[in-house]
C-alpha cells in the first residue's frame, strides 16, 4: 500500500475513534443531565425553603421583641400597682377572717342555745312537751308524735 493511502486510513481509524469517543461523551453528557435536573430542582426548593424560613424567623423574632416589650410595660405596671394591690388584698383578706370568726360564733351560740328568743319558762314548757314529762304528761295524746316534733325541732 502507498504512503498515500496508509495515511488515509489512519485518518479514517482516527476520525472513527474520535466519533467514538464523541458518542460516548454525548452519552455520558445525556446521563450526567438526567442526574443535574434532579438536583437543580432540589437545590431551587430548597433555597425557596431556607427564604422562607429565615422570613419566618425574621417575623418571629420581631413578634418576640413585641412580646417583650409588653411583658416589660405589664411588669413595670404590676411593679407600680403591687403596693395597692397588696394592701387592698390585705383589708380584704382581714375583713374575711373577721366574717368567718363571727360565723363560728354564731354557730357556736345555736348549739349552745338553739332557740335564744325564748324565755327559760318557755323553753322548760318546750322540753316538757317534747319528752312528755311534767305538767304536760296526762294531756299529750301520743308520745310518738312529740318524739317526732322533736327531732324536726332540734
Do not use: W
Not at 39 to 67: C, G, I, M, P
Not at 108 to 135: A, F, I, R, S, W
Amino acid at each position: 500500500m502507498s504512503n498515500t493511502a496508509h495515511r488515509y486510513l489512519r485518518l479514517c481509524q482516527a476520525y472513527v475513534q474520535l466519533a467514538d469517543k464523541f458518542t460516548q461523551l454525548d452519552v455520558e453528557q445525556m446521563t450526567l443531565r438526567e442526574k443535574l435536573i434532579p438536583f437543580l430542582l432540589a437545590f431551587k426548593h430548597y433555597k425557596e425553603l431556607s427564604e422562607q424560613l429565615a422570613n419566618e424567623n425574621t417575623s418571629l423574632q420581631a413578634e418576640l421583641e413585641d412580646l417583650r416589650q409588653r411583658y416589660a410595660q405589664l411588669n413595670a405596671a404590676e411593679n407600680q400597682f403591687a403596693p395597692e394591690l397588696t394592701s387592698e388584698l390585705e383589708a380584704a383578706l382581714l375583713e374575711a377572717e373577721e366574717q368567718m370568726a363571727l360565723v363560728e360564733e354564731t354557730i357556736q351560740e345555736q348549739n349552745m342555745d338553739p332557740d335564744p328568743d325564748l324565755l327559760p319558762v318557755e323553753k322548760l314548757l318546750l322540753d316538757e312537751y317534747v319528752t312528755g314529762t311534767g305538767e304536760l304528761a296526762g294531756m299529750l295524746p301520743e308520745a310518738g308524735v312529740n318524739s317526732k316534733l322533736a327531732e324536726s325541732h332540734f
